[in-house]
């Protein structure tokens, strides 16, 4: 079984920035890559960031030169930071890591953006 927890987000404000951050513990073999995802209200959930085993990286267009979405093999844990945030991305960000063993999420952590 493998956990996600997540921690960081909270309330901002437009053009702020906020930190996330996501360890995995349990049995975390063979992980394919690590990453973020956004549901908004009335939205269906949205790729943000993605980070391989190998460190290649894979951002949403909409958040490309804005979020720096990192991975510390070591500890497997993925950061994403965000900057220059905009109100339309107040969303649940979940993290998720995608395993031979399947695909596993956090519990979603909600992000404010105040205009």
């Known amino acids: 079984q493998v956990q996600l927890v997540e921690s960081g987000g909270g309330l901002v404000q437009a053009g702020g920035s906020l930190r996330l951050s996501c360890a995995a513990s349990?049995?975390?073999?063979?992980?394919?890559?690590m990453g973020w995802f956004r549901q908004a209200p009335g939205k269906q959930r949205e790729l943000v960031a993605a980070?391989?085993?190998?460190?290649?990286?894979n951002y949403s267009d909409s958040v490309k030169g804005r979020f720096t979405n990192s991975r510390y093999n070591a500890k497997d844990t993925v950061t994403l930071q965000m900057n220059s945030l905009k109100p339309g991305e107040a969303a649940v960000y979940y993290c998720?890591?995608?395993?031979?063993?399947?695909?596993?999420w956090g519990q979603g952590t909600k992000d404010t953006v105040a205009s």
């Open positions: 998720n890591i995608a395993m031979m063993s399947g695909n596993f």
């Open positions: 980070i391989t085993s190998s460190n290649r990286t």
């Open positions: 349990g049995r975390t073999l063979s992980i394919y890559a």
